[in-house]
T-cell receptor
Framework: GESVGLHLPTLSVQEGDNSIINCAYS??????FIWYKQESGKGPQFIID?????DKRQGQRVTVLLNKTVKHLSLQIAATQPGDSAVYFC?????????????FGTGTRLLVSP | DTGVSQDPRHKITKRGQNVTFRCDPI?????LYWYRQTLGQGPEFLTY????????KSRLLSDRFSAERPKGSFSTLEIQRTEQGDSAMYLC????????????????FGPGTRLTVL
């Protein structure tokens, strides 16, 4: 079936560097994407979202880029901090206003060294 | 704490036993979701409630699994005759339809219940 997947399982960076986490999706009908952060022993936490009518959206230290042509989105984290260490998932929201479910990718583990 | 809460946080059981998990969503959230997450994987959708009505069930939800939300507030997920393959993290999430202050689509997750079937 169609899925949302990630390129790299683990990304190691130094504190202060910028991090880029990539995600490929296959469902051409997807029109809403979300990035989640999951720390050990916790549930996923919403970071940022983007709709398909946008190609870029910025939050606090995070930017999501969407390339619909190649079905790719990325999460950029500026000035990465040790507290950013976690597993990051991209997900797309499928369904209509009556019912919507999140379809998650496998995840990328981000390791930030001091 | 006004977030989603789940109980218990950890459950160890023997194969063949029944287990029940509870989820308390954010107050006034009318949508409630159950997901299952295995090690190294993203959460997988199991079932969804809008108020007390169970509107959608995944094919992952075998007949050994049953979920309820009797009064449209808390929800329970029961697994009967547990199998080792049921070992996973069970996540609950809630959201509010027609919210004016948060994203309509934003699902808030609880900390999960980690089930280990021996």
């Amino acid at each position: 079936g169609e899925s949302v997947g990630l390129h790299l399982p683990t990304l190691s960076v130094q504190e202060g560097d910028n991090s880029i986490i990539n995600c490929a999706y296959s469902n051409s009908a997807s029109d809403y994407f979300i990035w989640y952060k999951q720390e050990s022993g916790k549930g996923p936490q919403f970071i940022i979202d983007i709709r398909s009518n946008m190609d870029k959206r910025q939050g606090q230290r995070v930017t999501v880029l969407l390339n619909k042509t190649v079905k790719h989105l990325s999460l950029q984290i500026a000035a990465t901090q040790p507290g950013d260490s976690a597993v990051y998932f991209c997900a797309d929201l499928r369904g209509n206003t009556g019912f919507q479910k999140l379809v998650f990718g496998t995840g990328t583990r981000l390791l930030v060294s001091p | 704490d006004t977030g989603v809460s789940q109980d218990p946080r950890h459950k160890i059981t023997k194969r063949g036993q029944n287990v029940t998990f509870r989820c308390d969503p954010i107050s006034e959230h009318n949508r409630l979701y159950w997901y299952r997450q295995t090690l190294g994987q993203g959460p997988e959708f199991l079932t969804y409630f809008q108020n007390e009505a169970q509107l959608e069930k995944s094919r992952l939800l075998s007949d050994r699994f049953s979920a309820e939300r009797p009064k449209g507030s808390f929800s329970t997920l029961e697994i009967q005759r547990t199998e080792q393959g049921d070992s996973a993290m069970y996540l609950c999430a809630s959201s509010l339809l027609f919210s004016r202050t948060t994203l309509d689509n934003e699902q808030f997750f609880g900390p999960g219940t980690r089930l280990t079937v021996l």
